[in-house]
């Protein structure tokens, strides 16, 4: 699927990419939201933007395939001048109430929200993406900005 970014000039893919005809009812993963990408790309565009992947693997072997996907996608990456800052398996959750851990964390720097876009657009980056994609039961991407006072 093809989301057309108000107020510009470029189609960007949507995680429908990341969503998932393979997918089961049972394993639907979110999408991205058009206002909140369109937002995303508007702000500040002159700084690194980290993005926060919170996953939970497909119980058929999706840890090993999202492993091969990272293999896949690091190259590309590199190549829009993003990187791999920490990659993590997760562990019990520390606090009360309803929260349910994630299998995995993974938080990628971007030198640019522009690069972000670019990279998920790339035709070598979709097909990597498609093994990803049948890697992920759930998925969450929250881009972070560096907090003003904190390192």
Do not use: C, H
């Not at 395939?65 to 959750?93: C, N, S, T, W």
């Not at 990803?132 to 900005?145: F, V």
């Amino acid at each position: 699927m093809i989301l057309t970014v108000s107020d510009t000039t470029r189609r960007y893919l949507t995680t429908a990419a990341l969503t998932a005809g393979a997918l089961s009812k049972e394993r639907q993963m979110v999408s991205f939201s058009p206002v909140a990408f369109d937002a995303f790309l508007k702000e500040d565009d002159d700084t690194a933007v980290v993005m926060l992947n919170l996953l939970r693997f497909a119980p058929d072997g999706g840890r090993e395939r999202y492993l091969k996907y990272l293999e896949m996608a690091e190259p590309i990456l590199a190549r829009f001048g993003a990187k791999i800052l920490l990659g993590g398996d997760g562990l019990p959750v520390l606090t009360t109430g309803e929260a349910e851990g994630w299998d995995a964390v993974v938080l990628v720097q971007y030198p640019r929200r522009s690069a972000f876009a670019a990279m998920v657009a790339d035709p070598e980056y979709q097909v990597a993406f498609k093994v990803g994609q049948s890697a992920i039961a759930d998925i969450i991407l929250q881009p972070l900005k560096r907090l003003d006072g904190l390192l």
